[in-house]
Nanobody
Framework: QVQLVESGGGVVQAGGSLRLSCAASGGTFSAYAIGWFRQAPGKEREFVAAITWNGIRTYYADSVKGRFTLSRDNAKNTVYLQMNSLNAEDTAVYFC??????????????????WGQGTQVTVSS
């Protein structure tokens, strides 16, 4: 059983940056791929980014490619989502999630077994 806790959300002006963290406990962190998803009011939860267990491969939604960077530190059981050039469309609750894999990192939320409680990101224009 893996427990995930997100942090780093807040209010930022358009064009600004935030770094979200996802801290894991209760499992072998390095055995899990980690994904970030977000959900805006009235919208479905959508894929943002994912990283393989060893951090070698990352995947991004087209809407964030070139602006967001995902990394992980397995020694600290933590994944980081660096978000730059934020705009109003990035406003949402951001969730990190984990699924067991030593092969790939899924972009499908249904593949993820463990979820954090979410952290709010608000971009003001």
């Amino acid at each position: 059983q893996v427990q995930l806790v997100e942090s780093g959300g807040g209010v930022v002006q358009a064009g600004g940056s935030l770094r979200l963290s996802c801290a894991a406990s209760g499992g072998t962190f390095s055995a899990y791929a980690i994904g970030w998803f977000r959900q805006a009011p009235g919208k479905e939860r959508e894929f943002v980014a994912a990283i393989t267990w060893n951090g070698i491969r990352t995947y991004y939604a087209d809407s964030v490619k070139g602006r967001f960077t995902l990394s992980r530190d397995n020694a600290k059981n933590t994944v980081y989502l660096q978000m730059n050039s934020l705009n109003a469309e990035d406003t949402a609750v951001y969730f990190c999630a984990a699924h067991f894999s030593r092969v790939a990192a899924s972009q499908n939320r249904d593949d993820y077994n463990y979820w954090g409680q979410g952290t709010q990101v608000t971009v003001s224009s």
